[in-house]
């Protein structure tokens, strides 16, 4: 096995969380020291309807559940555990007679994956136990590889298509105004480019998640970066035409991997901020300088996040995408993956929103990113507007349509 899998798999199980259900306080004593002994952490439940509460309020790695006891037996709470989206993959071990062979049966027709018999051998509970716990975590440590795999071709699907898409929407005007290409080459250029970085940087991903290499952090100009995600999502502003405001200091760089920010930071930011704003409407990139941090943040307009999804914005096992005020559509993925980026430069990631059916004067979202501060200049309080290299007000490249 892996070292690194094997570790994070001993990890699982240092900190593993087992339920006894059995109506004989003696047995739940002498499972309790049994396994207590071994570094579990042990809850005990004297009946079934105890044993579903327990699980309720605090879902176990395992249960041993005593098949025969009064009122509601093993059978029936096991059934109820496998009937629930929430618990149906918890593992039950049945705890039974060595007579009860037809119990043993029907228990496993039920769902359980073992069984122990009664009385209890020491080195026999020890090892059945760890050996359900191990299929349990490798069975999750595979979901997640499989989750983090899909994670991986979203980011390839979705960033390249923003960079291709700004290319071919120029050589569809480019048919009828060949001028095009002398006018945008630089930005086609750009998006080529920045496409071939994508799929470098999703090699670079699959290395990090097997612990292959370490992501390289430098000091990034953060007004190139901006400029450069402005460039390759200025259809989606043109379209919906919404004007970016960018008030950011010239010499404000900050510690990261430029094609990651760019592409999977500040394109999935502002892709979001776009999809949800309304038409001719603005959103604001601002930085500040704060001790050894530069906190930039993304502000739009728009209608604004729900309470209940705010909570599980960066969950990637929660579905959180939604329609946009145009009705564009999006995986969900974006944000996950956005402060996985930002936690592997160090830094930290804040989101407050405002819904616009709560209030018809403040709404909208603001992304707040705290990252390090990569600069050799000293910064001011206050950030002064931009000079001719880079304008405090950047406007979208405006693409003609071409002639009929």
Same mark, same amino acid.
């Given at each position: 096995m892996n070292p690194n899998?094997?570790?994070?798999?001993?990890?699982?199980?240092?900190?593993?969380?087992?339920?006894?259900?059995?109506?004989?306080?003696?047995?739940?004593?002498?499972?309790?020291?049994?396994?207590?002994?071994?570094? =579990?952490?042990?809850?005990?439940?004297?009946?079934?309807s105890q044993a579903l509460k327990a699980v309720e309020l605090s879902p176990p790695d395992l249960i041993l559940l005593d098949i025969m006891m009064p009122i509601m037996d093993g059978f029936e709470v096991c059934r109820m555990l496998k009937s629930s989206v929430e618990t149906q993959?918890?593992?039950?071990?049945?705890?039974?007679?060595?007579?009860?062979?037809?119990?043993?049966?029907?228990?496993?027709?039920?769902?359980?994956?073992? =069984?122990? %018999?009664?009385?209890?051998?020491?080195?026999?509970?020890?090892?059945?136990?760890? %050996?359900q716990l191990q299929l349990k975590f490798s069975a999750e440590m595979l979901e997640q590889k499989s989750t983090e795999q899909k994670e991986l071709l979203r980011i390839l699907c979705?960033?390249?298509?923003? %960079?291709?898409?700004?290319?071919?929407? =120029?050589?569809?005007?480019?048919?009828?105004?060949?001028?095009? =290409?002398?006018?945008?080459?630089?930005?086609?250029?750009?998006?080529?480019?920045?496409?071939?970085? %994508?799929?470098?940087?999703?090699?670079?991903?699959?290395?990090?998640?097997?612990?292959?290499?370490?992501?390289?952090?430098?000091?990034?100009?953060l007004q190139t970066c901006i400029r450069d995600s402005l460039t390759i999502l200025q259809e989606q502003f043109s379209t919906k035409n919404i004007t970016p405001i960018v008030h950011v200091n010239d010499e404000a760089s900050i510690l990261a991997d430029k094609v990651s920010f760019v592409n999977s930071v500040l394109n999935n930011i502002l892709t979001n901020a776009i999809k949800f704003s309304f038409p001719d409407s603005q959103i604001i990139i601002d930085a500040e300088k704060d001790n050894d941090s530069i906190i930039?943040?993304?502000?739009?307009?728009?209608?604004?996040?729900?309470?209940?999804?705010?909570?599980?914005?960066?969950?990637i096992s929660q579905i959180t995408s939604r329609q946009g005020t145009n009705g564009e559509v999006g995986t969900g993925f974006g944000m996950p993956l956005m402060k996985k980026f930002i936690n592997a430069y160090g830094g930290t990631v804040e989101v407050s929103s405002w819904e616009k059916v709560n209030s018809e004067e403040e709404h909208g979202t603001e992304v707040k990113l705290i990252l390090k501060d990569a600069s050799n200049s000293p910064y001011s309080d206050v950030f002064e507007k931009i000079g001719t290299k880079y304008p405090s007000h950047v406007e979208i490249p405006t693409i003609e349509s071409p002639a009929k």
């Open positions: 899998i094997a570790n994070q798999m001993e990890e699982h199980l240092a900190n593993a969380h087992i339920l006894l259900v059995d109506d004989n306080p003696k047995n739940l004593q002498t499972l309790a020291v049994m396994l207590s002994e071994k570094g =579990y952490r042990i809850g005990m439940a004297q009946s079934g993959k918890i593992p039950v071990i049945f705890l039974t007679a060595l007579a009860d062979a037809e119990d043993v049966i029907r228990g496993l027709d039920n769902g359980a994956v073992d =069984y122990i %018999t009664k009385p209890f051998n020491i080195s026999e509970v020890v090892a059945r136990v760890r %050996t979705h960033d390249l298509a923003n %960079t291709v898409g700004v290319v071919k929407t =120029y050589l569809s005007y480019a048919k009828h105004k060949p001028e095009i =290409y002398l006018k945008r080459g630089d930005t086609m250029r750009l998006a080529v480019g920045n496409a071939l970085e %994508t799929i470098e940087l999703v090699r670079k991903l699959r290395a990090l998640g097997e612990e292959k290499i370490k992501l390289a952090l430098e000091p990034v100009h930039i943040k993304i502000r739009d307009f728009g209608i604004g996040m729900p309470c209940h999804l705010l909570d599980k914005i960066f969950d």
